[in-house]
């Protein structure tokens, strides 16, 4: 039988200062983004690895072309996982990554999803995460909460690891604590499972391996949520740079979030510090 978090005390999202008409654009422009590349993904046959560079597969590469044709066309800038940085003086930039969870979607491992991002000069402004699997769609929007298709959402409110489910990207020291860990193989599906109360944390245990378009629209949806999220290693999250890895770390409470990180294997307890909020 699955141990549970009681939920007594759920986390509620900061007082919402929305950014208004334009996130609600943004978040329009992301959901066309996301509806090209699933229109683009009916059509691809072969779902192996594409032979371009390891670990790029051909559904990354249709679900790629796709989503940046509709995203240069509503004038943002695009950071994607697959093409790189397009526009980078546009007023938003969009972290995309078309296909997280390739690996996933061409075993079949029902967990893989579009994460997209809009940022601008104030940070995340909206993110939409589709799971391309099932339907399910998580949106955000800065200052105005957080929905998992079109309800509002919180985390979970659990406060005491031990009775925690958390997901894990890589593998850790050993046994945390935790009360039971999934890998499940997508970040940005991971995140939004914390942010909704499936998942009661989220610990990346690799170093330096998951690049923004991996989590940014997670952590927006966490954020807007109430859920505890930063970088192991008490660096920012928010970066419009192909070549830059991070760390997240998220959880339905602080003090979830933080005994997760004290438990990296390279940025815990040696390390000291404390989960740096997102920024």
Sequence with gaps: RAVRCRRSAPVTAAP????????????TVLA???????DALEGVADWGEAGTRAGQHHSDLAADAAAVEVLLGAGCGVLSEESGLHGPDREVVVVVD???????????????????CAVDAAGPLAALVVDLRH???????????????????????????AEAIVGLNGVPAGHGGWAQYRALGACALDLCAVADGTLDGFLDCTT????????????????????????????????????????????????????????????????????????
């Design 208 to 279: 330096d391996e998951l690049a923004p378009w991996d989590y940014l629209g997670g952590v927006l949806v966490c954020r807007e949520a109430g859920v505890a999220v930063g970088g192991a290693a008490g660096r920012g999250l928010v970066v419009l740079d192909h070549a830059a890895r991070r760390i997240p770390v998220a959880g339905a409470t602080a003090p979830v979030a933080e005994a997760l990180r004290r438990r990296h294997p390279a940025h815990g307890d040696l390390h000291g510090g404390s989960v740096t909020p997102s920024s």
């Design 98 to 116: 078309p296909l997280d969870g390739s690996t996933n979607a061409s075993r079949r491992v029902s967990w893989w999803a579009t994460s997209l």
């Design 135 to 161: 339907g399910t769609r998580w949106s955000a929007l800065r200052g105005a909460g957080a929905e998992r298709d079109g309800e509002p959402i919180l985390p979970s409110g659990c406060a005491d690891l």
């Design 32 to 38: 066309e983004a996301a509806a090209a590349v699933q």
């Design 16 to 27: 919402p200062t929305p950014d208004g008409a334009d996130g609600r654009r943004w978040l």
